[in-house]
């Protein structure tokens, strides 16, 4: 009878670690996909522009520069490389601090753009641009990027010090992100009207949010960060994970949830902020990137983690590309593109959760 019962949990473990070993396979297939589909969407976005290159053009001059003639060679690593890779770099940061701003707020409506991260980060910018305000005075040549970043991490700091008060509901994080949004919106509106012309011109650049002035030293610097806080929430992973079943759950794991949210919370900063200073205010990437990666891959963050970057790269990628085939000869705001797409997903998940509230 004992060797029955013991042959019975033998197999039910054999099972349960094919199943498990399926269920990684997988994802890490789906992983591969969106790595294939984010390198195809990049050689297209360096073939379209005013010229026109044909996809083996672009792939044999990033593969063998010196033998491309010397004006394709300038187009492709010049001047639409870049812009390319500030796409991925842009979409793969604001994808990650989105996902994780979602977890640590178990809020599925939390991203940088909706909880206002991304307007502060914007009007501290703004700040520097018109004004000439440092924030931080000792950092004064690099005051635009120091501004985005201190004005999104007190916004952070404000939104999780609200999370952890007694009796707030995730619908009262999200009211207090639109709050902030408007309030910053507004600021950035006094600005504007008090902005004289050059200046007045940079700002109307940050609301739109554009990569056209992408360069190499802001494509290094975006992903310096980018590279800085991947590993760090990847060593937090199993935290992270545990902290989607519920605080109680979490702390009975060991995990030190204020400390994690905190954490977070300063990291989701730098990933937000680094991108706005540069690029300007690029919406929703944060809030579509993760749901997407949580529908393909589920809640384990060892593969949300990988997967939510390359959503959000592959969108932001695919945006750029569609920012030069609307209008011939014109390549258009990618942040009024990706507010465009955004709005609708934006609707989807509110009505989705009443439908699961109800």
Not at 91 to 118: D, K, R, Y
Not at 147 to 176: H, K, P, Q
Request: net charge positive; hydrophobic share 60%; with cysteine.
């Amino acid at each position: 009878m004992t060797l029955v019962l013991d042959s019975g949990k033998v197999a039910a473990a054999e099972e349960s670690g094919l199943r498990y070993r399926l269920i990684t396979a997988r994802r890490l297939f789906i992983l591969g996909g969106l790595l294939a589909a984010l390198l195809l969407s990049v050689a297209v976005d360096l073939a379209l522009g005013p010229a026109k290159y044909s996809l083996s053009e672009v792939i044999s001059t990033i593969l063998w520069p010196d033998e491309a003639g010397n004006q394709l060679r300038v187009v492709i690593w010049d001047i639409r490389m870049p812009i390319a890779l500030m796409a991925v770099t842009v979409g793969a940061s604001l994808s990650l601090a989105g996902a994780q701003m979602q977890t640590i707020l178990a809020n599925p409506l939390a991203s940088p753009f909706t909880l206002g991260i991304s307007a502060a980060a914007g009007f501290g910018a703004a700040l520097a641009l018109v004004a000439g305000v440092a924030v931080f005075p000792a950092a004064v040549q690099f005051m635009v990027p120091v501004n985005a970043f201190l004005m999104a991490m007190l916004a952070s700091l404000f939104i999780y010090s609200i999370s952890t008060l007694r009796g707030v509901t995730v619908e009262t994080i999200v009211l207090l992100g639109i709050a902030l949004v408007f309030t910053f919106n507004a600021l950035l509106s006094l600005l504007q009207y008090l902005a004289s012309e050059q200046a007045l011109a940079a700002v109307v650049f940050w609301t739109m949010g554009s990569l056209t002035k992408a360069t190499w030293p802001k494509v290094g610097v975006t992903f310096v960060a980018l590279l800085v806080c991947t590993p760090l929430f990847a060593r937090r992973a199993w935290a992270l994970t545990a902290l989607r079943l519920g605080d109680d759950k979490a702390a009975s794991f060991g995990v030190n949830v204020k400390r994690l949210r905190l954490e977070a919370m300063l990291l989701v900063s730098l990933l937000a902020s680094i991108p706005v200073s540069f690029v300007g205010t690029i919406g929703f990437i944060g809030l579509v990137g993760p749901h997407i990666a949580r529908m393909v891959v589920g809640e384990d963050q060892r593969f949300f983690l990988p997967a939510s970057i390359l959503c959000g790269a592959l969108l932001l990628s695919v945006t750029s590309v569609v920012s030069k085939m609307l209008i011939p000869g014109a390549i258009l705001p990618i942040g009024v593109i990706t507010a465009l797409v955004g709005v609708p997903f934006f609707f989807s998940l509110i009505f989705t959760n009443r439908r699961k509230a109800w």
